[in-house]
């Protein structure tokens, strides 16, 4: 299998059918259906490609992309919505989203989005080139 990637959407006829989709291009695509359960899944099974939805009930996508962000900042994040706004895309992009796509998206360009992060994603635990992020290097400026 590829990159390893999870979806977060609550429309969850959508998320199965993307997710399918992404799998049969030989990705490791699995899907949830809420926030909560994302962050779940990103701290125990980091994926190198989040894929999230903005407007979900309980804890929004911008929720998500910022508590993903701050835990693991290597993770390449993109925004898939129907709902979204001009300042919504400025938003999640200033938050460290890497693309951002209105509803419905062409699976070419969602791939391309996929395939253009530096070399595919982070490290994954237990890789050469995985940095922990808790990790403290002390911060200091020489």
Known sequence: MGLKILLVDDEQEFVETLTERLQMRDMDAQAVFDGKTALERVNDHPPQVLIIDLKMPGMDGIQV????????????VIVLTGHGSEQDRKRCMDLGA???FQKPVDIDQLNTAIQEHPENGPPLPGNPG???PSFDTGGGRA
Do not use: G
């Open 98 to 100: 890497s693309a951002y």
């Open 65 to 76: 992309l910022q508590q993903v962000k701050q835990t693991h900042p290597l993770i390449h």
């Open 130 to 132: 995985y940095i922990d």
